[in-house]
Each structure stands twice: as C-alpha cells, then as structure tokens.
C-alpha cells in the first residue's frame, strides 16, 4: 500500500516534469493529488504506530 502510494507520486512528478507541457492541466493536478494521497496515509500509520493518537496522553494522565 505505502510503497502503491509513493510511486503514484513519483510517476506523477515524472510525468510533470517530461510530459507536463502535452497534458499540463492534468500532470499539474496529479501532483498535489498523490502527494496528498501519500500524506494520509503516513498519517495512518503515524496513528497506529503512536497507539491510536498522535498527541498521546500527558504524564500522569490516566489510561
């Protein structure tokens, strides 16, 4: 899945960058598309890793 994600990015980018000027709208929104597609889903596994929470709880703070 993570790794699904990162290549849709990379080959977003690619396409940006050697193709844009041919399909320039559609290269141009496939980016911040993927890019955001990839930061969900680190965040997930940000929240998982972090046992359901980000911030975590405060010292002291009970369970």
Known sequence: QS???AA???LAVDR???DGVRN????RNAVPTAAADLAN???MV???VT???LAGK???EAA
């Open 3 to 5: 790794t699904r994600h």
């Open 16 to 18: 940006l960058l050697n």
């Open 24 to 27: 320039l709208d559609a290269n």
């Open 58 to 60: 405060a010292e002291g």
């Open 8 to 10: 849709k990015l990379a």
């Open 46 to 48: 940000a929240d998982v």
């Open 41 to 43: 889903f680190a965040m």
């Open 51 to 53: 046992a359901g929470g």
